[in-house]
């Protein structure tokens, strides 16, 4: 399906790395890169998903230096308030500025134990206090190995966003990160990527609507680097990144995120 009107969203994960002073350095010398080369945020749309402890510090520094960059939240409690000790409320993040809230991530889910229903819940607060999830899906080797890993994926979308409306879909980012891809610098071929994230975007018409398909924004992410992002953003049902380690690296996410610069160099031996 053709891109068409979706903004292309790349989202940098710094995961548990990065602390309060780091991420405003971070965040100040991807802004200077990015002005640099004059990026159009309304082409290619920039977030960085810095850990809880940063927010604070990135919130001053983009609203002091009206920077164009969004940032969000790795995690939310599905709680609002409480006794719950550790967790932190979608309402919090928000009034940090917060934009997006990655739910599910394959880290949270495999060692924190989450599962789908969970997962919905979490996308549900952040939609309710007004930011967009970015919500996980994607197989481990084993499942790939078996070879139904579109079965699971598309079935982790179903349990994933269950309770949204279709409005509430379209809205929404979906990321298809294959877990064996993820930090091993084993990445998926822009074919797999595509396979995967057109297999999610059908299964969002055929539960959802054919608007919320259309709309909603799909991404990929495990071990993209500037080397291969111009070759898996060029797959029509590929709308954008989701970046952990080569996002923390200002020069090298910059490149990512004008992917359109980049060379493709897939067919290149
Ligand atoms: O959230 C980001 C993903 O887990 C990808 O991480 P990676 O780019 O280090 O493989």
Not at 102 to 108: A, D, F, I, L, W
Not at 128 to 156: F, S
């Amino acid at each position: 399906m053709a891109q068409q009107q979706r903004v292309p969203l790349i989202a940098g994960n710094w995961k548990m790395n990065q602390n309060h002073q780091e991420a405003v350095v971070l965040v100040q010398k991807l802004s200077w890169v990015l002005q640099d080369k004059k990026h159009d945020y309304e082409r290619v749309e920039v977030t960085v998903v810095p850990p809880f402890t940063d927010l604070r510090s990135v919130q001053t520094i983009v609203d002091g230096d009206r920077m164009r960059i969004t940032y969000g939240a790795q995690d939310v409690s599905v709680h609002d308030a409480g006794a719950y000790t550790g967790e932190i409320s979608a309402s919090m993040l928000a009034k940090l500025g917060c934009s997006y809230v990655v739910v599910g991530h394959s880290e949270r889910r495999e060692y924190h134990g989450e599962d789908d229903a969970l997962v919905a819940a979490k996308a549900l607060k952040a939609i309710d206090a007004g930011m967009t999830p970015i919500v996980c899906v994607g197989e481990g080797l084993d499942i790939r190995n078996e070879g139904t890993h579109v079965a699971h994926c598309t079935q982790q979308v179903e349990g994933s966003l269950a309770g949204l409306s279709p409005d509430q879909v379209a809205e929404a980012v979906i990321a298809y990160e294959p877990v064996w891809a993820i930090g091993t610098g084993e990445v998926a071929t822009p074919e797999d990527a595509q396979e995967v994230c057109e297999a999610i975007r059908a299964q969002v018409a055929k539960t959802w609507s054919s608007q919320a398909a259309e709309r909603v924004r799909i991404l990929y992410g495990g071990s993209v680097k500037a080397a291969n992002a111009a070759a898996i953003m060029a797959q029509p049902d590929v709308d954008g990144a989701l970046v952990g380690g080569a996002s923390l690296q200002a020069e090298e996410f910059a490149a990512i995120c004008r992917f359109y610069d980049l060379p493709d160099l897939s067919g290149v031996a």
